[in-house]
Nanobody, 121 residues
Framework: QVQLVESGGGLVQPGGSLRLSCAASGSSLRIITMAWYRQSPGKERELVASIAKIGSEYYADSVKGRFTISRDDAVKTVYLQMNALKPEDTAVYYC???????????????WGQGTQVTVSS
């Protein structure tokens, strides 16, 4: 059984910072790509940032220069450091991981439950 558990969301003032974490549970896993998505009320879920196992990174234009994604495979965790936050960054942030399970030789995408980030004064 694979689960993704996010933490680190909350309320922050404009210009502030937050760090999101997402840990994968389960054994005999190979995590290929990890990513963060976000969804605001009335909007579609959008890709914020992703990081491949080899370390290549992608950022949405709206967060370039402000957000940094990183991963620690030893603890099966992906992070999203968010700086210079703006009110338009307010959303539910979801962790996403493409995981290969050695136990049954299967690969699929998993989602976390989401964590709320609110940027407001």
């Amino acid at each position: 059984q694979v689960q993704l558990v996010e933490s680190g969301g909350g309320l922050v003032q404009p210009g502030g910072s937050l760090r999101l974490s997402c840990a994968a549970s389960g054994s005999s896993l190979r995590i290929i790509t990890m990513a963060w998505y976000r969804q605001s009320p009335g909007k579609e879920r959008e890709l914020v940032a992703s990081i491949a196992k080899i370390g290549s990174e992608y950022y949405a234009d709206s967060v370039k220069g402000r957000f940094t994604i990183s991963r620690d495979d030893a603890v099966k965790t992906v992070y999203l450091q968010m700086n210079a936050l703006k009110p338009e960054d307010t959303a539910v942030y979801y962790c996403n991981a493409d995981i290969f399970r050695l136990v049954d030789i299967t690969s699929r995408v998993y989602w976390g439950q989401g964590t709320q980030v609110t940027v407001s004064s």
